[in-house]
């Protein structure tokens, strides 16, 4: 591939991520918020065995899909355009690029930012450690995985209540 084409492949690579990247970051937002009427239809003590359990699998295959989409998005990201700024001898746009040494501790960033500057932020290791070290999408795969337990374990709630009926864990005083 020449400079030209490949050129012409960032540029569209490029012009893609920014369209795709708002409507990538909202999705597991809309998850979460989905996940949240979900749950309350599956935790609610007078729902039926069978109405959590469909409630909880409809939870699960949303987090799914939303942790595909935000994956999906860094390979894009990751593959296409940092394979294509290499090859056009350009500097990536990865985090790690930007910052200088990447390795560094604390990493090579101005000091005259406000990152650097806030107050609440003055502890090394936690700017370090929360802002730097932990990805978006590692912070959001996180989240989405707990919930995602979450729905797991109510999916099996739900399959013992229809096997042997509710074993009432959830809503204790509805015991008979």
């Not at 355009?81 to 501790?105: A, H, N, T, W, Y």
């Not at 806030?118 to 290791?125: A, C, D, E």
Request: hydrophobic share 45%.
């Amino acid at each position: 591939m020449d400079n030209r084409e490949s050129e012409f492949l960032l540029a569209t690579a490029e012009s893609r991520r920014r369209q795709a990247d708002s409507f990538a970051w909202t999705v597991p937002g809309l998850a979460i918020a989905g996940q949240a009427f979900l749950l309350s239809i599956a935790l609610a003590p007078n729902t039926e065995p069978l109405a959590r359990f469909l409630a909880s699998l409809a939870g699960l295959v949303a987090l799914i899909a939303s942790s595909h989409l935000l994956a999906k998005q860094v390979y894009n990201f990751d593959v296409v355009i940092e394979r294509e700024r290499k090859r056009l001898g350009l500097p990536g746009v990865q985090m790690d690029g930007l910052r200088g040494e990447p390795d560094s501790f604390p990493p090579s960033f101005p000091t005259n930012t406000s990152y650097v500057k806030r107050r609440w932020w003055s502890n090394r290791l936690v700017r370090h450690w929360f802002a730097v070290r932990w990805k978006a999408v590692f912070v959001w795969g996180i989240a989405l995985g707990v919930l995602a337990g979450i729905d797991c374990f109510l999916i099996g709630y739900s399959i013992y209540a229809l096997a042997y009926g509710e074993p009432h864990w959830l809503s204790p005083s509805q015991v008979r």
